[in-house]
């Protein structure tokens, strides 16, 4: 019994908290709308004056130096000559900047803007170039911000450090499928033909080829070794060409044939895949990745073999010359198959 009055008066503590805390929110939140669109209105009130030709250099400059003693005496404080000039620099941004501000997007049925910041926020952000300011206005409102947490934040160059992460993010969410290709165009080896069963020939020539075998993989990709050991037992196995691809963060085991492909080949491959991913990446790498290489293929036997939800082996062809044109719609058509 006590416990439960107890639990009841948790949770009616918090149930207040959670009131009062929403109340003063939105007082803030009404605040900040309020005089930041008086601010906004006065801008636009000084530069209609402008427009309609009435303030000139120094008669303009009198002109709102007036309305600020007066305005100052008053209401005392808040529309010193700078801010009242500020007002007029605030309005002009806002319009070169229309429907890009966060403001902007949030009108209310009237028309009227909606701030969700203060005059002081907006003074500091207008020193920004556009780019900036959009961000930082965003990014103010989004954490709740105070004026001297919105300075620290451009100091500290959030945009940079930011946009680093999203990129970051962006090269996590690469496929594994979108690093494959298919064919592989291996000319520079100076080959005309390969023998069926010699891959042996193949490796070796794309050993003494490396630098120009990783451009033709592709981005990221870094060499880790050449027939590595992989021990089932009293068994051993020996994967032809290991890689590491960066923006994957995952190994990459590339299998040669020098023949076409048999449905067993890629079981091979599976095996290996299956024994990096549980005996060598580390927890921080993605699954292994597994790419058959071979002088021909049956499209078929690949999509029956693997499993229907398959992102980690993959089986090319390679090309020893550049294909003619009518050659490369074939391969792309599947018509070669």
Excluded at 136 to 146: D, F, N
Excluded at 306 to 329: D, G, H, W
Aim: charged share 30%; aromatic share 10%; hydrophobic share 35%.
């Amino acid at each position: 019994m006590a416990n439960d009055i107890i639990q009841s008066e948790d949770k009616l503590y918090e149930d207040a908290i959670s009131i009062i805390d929403s109340g003063r929110k939105r007082v803030i939140e009404s605040v900040y709308n309020e005089t930041t669109n008086s601010y906004y209105a006065l801008g636009k009130l000084i530069v209609e004056i402008e427009q309609n030709g009435k303030l000139k250099a120094t008669y303009g400059k009198k002109v709102v130096e007036n309305l600020s003693k007066k305005l100052t005496l008053k209401y005392r404080k808040g529309f010193s000559t700078s801010t009242l000039w500020d007002c007029q620099k605030f309005y002009k941004k806002l319009q070169s900047l229309s429907g890009v501000l966060d403001c902007q997007k949030s009108q209310s049925v009237t028309g009227e803007l909606r701030f969700r910041l203060s005059f002081t926020h907006y003074t500091y952000l207008m020193r920004l170039d556009d780019k900036e300011m959009k961000f930082y206005e965003s990014y103010a409102i989004e954490q709740k911000l105070s004026v001297r947490e919105l300075q620290k934040a451009v100091q500290n160059n959030t945009i940079l450090r930011l946009e680093e992460k999203k990129q970051d993010s962006q090269i996590s969410q690469i496929k594994p499928k979108e690093i494959v290709k298919d064919p592989y165009i291996l000319d520079f080896l100076g080959l005309e033909e390969i023998k069926t069963g010699e891959e042996k020939v193949l490796e070796n020539k794309l050993i003494e080829h490396l630098e120009k075998f990783l451009l033709e993989l592709g981005r990221g990709f870094a060499f880790v070794g050449r027939q590595y050991r992989l021990t089932l037992s009293e068994d051993s196995y020996f994967a032809d060409l290991v890689f590491y691809n960066i923006p994957l963060k995952c190994y990459v085991i590339i299998e040669l044939k020098a023949r076409k492909l048999k449905h067993q080949d890629l079981g091979q491959l599976q095996m290996y895949v299956n024994y990096f991913d549980r005996e060598i990446k580390d927890d921080n790498d993605n699954k292994t990745v597994g790419i058959l290489l071979c002088n021909d293929k049956n499209e078929k036997v690949v999509e029956y073999t693997l499993p229907k939800e398959n992102n980690q082996i993959f089986a090319s062809k390679y090309k020893l010359y550049l294909p003619t044109k009518e050659e490369l719609v074939e391969e792309l058509s599947g018509e070669g198959d």
